[in-house]
């Protein structure tokens, strides 16, 4: 059975699939935010890998069939920004404005934590693009000496918690306008957050669809000035 796993490119797939498929028909049956599917399907796929004792490196054998997805899926987030073109138009100084002080938020929130807490070079580095995309963070991690396995981690349970409870944090502090909500989600919590605006609204979605190319256009450039605050 070991030997099948070990040499089947399928087995990564068919795990998360399975597993991601199990946390949708949770999130369905009981309806709790925190109930993420995502946030289940990890928890499974650690279980299963720690119970049967199967290396990372054969798992991702197939994973990376997964990831290979990431680069199009995000491209396909520009359909419902295309549909409010004339909402972006209206509102562009703001909305950049908006997008632009949220990256510069994400980044000095990391810098601050980092010697707060005395992180190594390497790690901030790794936590600096958390708040991008997958497919663009793990080329920024590695541009400036990151460690891309603590940034994919870091980059995934802010996507999470973005969605969990991004629209509780927004109702907080009293932030109604679908532009604001749209832009808080998809520029603190990239795709995963703005699978969250897409449920709330068809602006929510499309404008965090585009935060999430302006973030992480933002983040290239001024990660690697960042990365020197720290050596």
Same mark, same amino acid.
């Given at each position: ?14 795990? $998360?699939?399975?597993?991601? /498929?199990?946390? &949708?028909?949770?999130?369905? +049956? *009981?309806?709790?935010? #925190?109930?993420?599917? !995502? @946030? ?64 510069? $938020?994400?980044?000095?929130? /990391?810098?601050? &934590?980092?010697?707060?807490? +005395? *992180?190594?070079?390497? #790690?901030?580095?790794? !936590? @600096? ?82 935060? #999430?190319?302006?973030?992480? @256009? ?14």
């Amino acid at each position: 059975m070991r030997e099948v796993i070990n040499n089947s490119v399928y087995f990564g797939v068919a795990i $998360s699939l399975i597993s991601y /498929i199990i946390g &949708l028909m949770v999130k369905k +049956k *009981f309806k709790y935010n #925190i109930l993420n599917p !995502l @946030l289940i399907a990890i928890i499974i796929v650690i279980v299963i890998l720690t119970t049967f004792d199967i290396d990372y490196d054969t798992y991702n054998q197939g994973g990376e069939y997964i990831n290979f997805l990431l680069t199009p899926a995000t491209v396909c987030l520009a359909i419902p920004l295309y549909h409010q073109l004339d909402l972006l138009k209206k509102n562009f100084k703001a909305i950049m404005a908006g997008i632009l002080a949220g990256s510069f $938020s994400n980044l000095i929130g /990391i810098f601050a &934590l980092s010697l707060m807490f +005395k *992180f190594t070079h390497e #790690i901030y580095a790794s !936590l @600096l693009p958390k708040s991008i995309t997958t497919a663009i963070g793990l080329a920024v991690s590695g541009e400036i000496g990151g460690i891309p396995t603590i940034t994919v981690v870091s980059i995934s349970l802010t996507g999470i918690s973005g969605n969990v409870i991004g629209e509780s944090v927004c109702k907080l502090f009293r932030i109604k306008d679908p532009i604001s909500v749209g832009l808080a989600l998809g520029t603190a919590s990239h795709a995963v957050g703005t699978a969250r605006a897409l449920e709330l609204g068809e602006i929510e979605g499309a404008m965090s669809s585009l935060s #999430i190319a302006v973030a992480g @256009l933002i983040t290239v450039v001024l990660a690697p000035i960042f990365a020197n605050f720290l050596l």
